[in-house]
Structure formats: C-alpha cells, structure tokens
C-alpha cells in the first residue's frame, strides 16, 4: 500500500510515522504533487498555526491538488480544520471541501484543550470497533461546529465536531497517533477504507 503523508512543515510527523510502522505500513513523506494524486491513502498533518500553514501549501501548489484527490485523505488536527471553508485563526481561508468555518472556543474556558476527552461517535468506517467515549488525546483552541459532516463530537464548554466526513474525505481533531490502542484502530480503519 502507498500512503503519503503530505509534507508541508506543518507539525513533528514521526510519531504518526511511528504508529504506521506499528501496524505494518511503511509510509513516504511528500510534497510532490504527482506522488501525492498516485497515492492510494494521503493523510494531511498538521499543528502549529493555520496561516503559516496555509502559505506553505500554496507555496508548494497543494491547495490545488488535495480538493482534487479522489483517494481516502485523512486530515488530522489542523490537517482536519483546513479541509473548511475558513478558520477564525487568523481569518484564514482553508481548501473548501467542507462547507463550515472554524470557530475559536469561548473565552469561557482555558485554550488550547489540551488532554484526553471522551469521543462519541456515529457508527461510520473510521470508529469500527472503537466504543462509545473512547479517549483521544487532543490539543486545539479552534474547532469545527457539528454539521452533517460530523461523524464524531466531544464536548468542551461546548459540542463540537471532533471527526468529520465527507466523500472520501476524513478530518480528526484528536492526534490518532498518540490516542493508544483506540488511535491505533482508527488509523488502521482508515487504510482499510
């Protein structure tokens, strides 16, 4: 199987390295646009600031290419918001392919949600197996408002979409690298889809 993990200097992606080789799947970083569309997977990192990232992917031409993949893509964490219309960090504009802005937590609670939280999820290809509020581990200050894209939702002051899906599209806002057994298993639902 031939997983790319988008390369953009956007976040430390030897630990989701790390959890691939775990389940027995060797993946390439890259920034190449051709490696990138042959792929059969492409999961989308991301961590740091939304702008910053942004203009790295314009830089290299990807946000072209990814709302034109046809593979599975998986984006994860700021991987995850980007896939949106716009995001409030920064007034920043994302890729589009989900029709939502992400919004800032209020300024009701601490920032960023840092820490396990509990996931509920709706029965779809990413959770199977994985029972209802599992913990995943999450760092994030923004999020991504339920929508019909949701598949997954935690709380923190308030619900919030923590995994959404569309077409062949798959954002989460928990890093499944480092979530234990139940990150394991969603990453291997993911290659399987």
Not at 95 to 121: A, C, R, S, Y
Not at 159 to 177: D, L, M, R, T, W
């Amino acid at each position: 199987m031939n997983v790319i993990i988008i390369d953009y200097d956007a976040g430390n992606v030897r630990s989701l390295q790390f959890a691939l080789n775990k389940l027995g799947v060797n993946s390439i970083l890259s920034n190449d646009p051709e490696k990138i569309s042959s792929a059969d997977k492409v999961i989308f990192p991301g961590q740091g600031q939304a702008s910053s990232a942004m203009i790295k992917l314009k830089k290299k031409g990807l946000d072209k290419v990814i709302p034109n993949l046809k593979q599975p893509l998986l984006g994860i964490c700021l991987g995850m918001q980007l896939l949106c219309l716009k995001t409030k960090e920064g007034n920043t504009q994302g890729l589009g392919i989900i029709k939502i802005n992400v919004e800032k937590f209020p300024d009701t609670v601490k920032v960023p949600q840092m820490g396990w939280n509990t996931v509920n999820h709706l029965s779809r290809n990413l959770f199977k197996g994985i029972k209802q509020d599992a913990y995943m581990y999450l760092v994030h200050s923004f999020y991504v408002p339920l929508i019909d894209e949701t598949s997954a939702h935690s709380f923190y002051s308030l619900n919030y979409s923590v995994a959404i899906e569309k077409n062949n599209f798959y954002g989460v806002q928990f890093h499944p690298e480092k979530s234990s057994n139940d990150g394991l298993l969603l990453l291997e639902n993911f290659l399987k889809i």
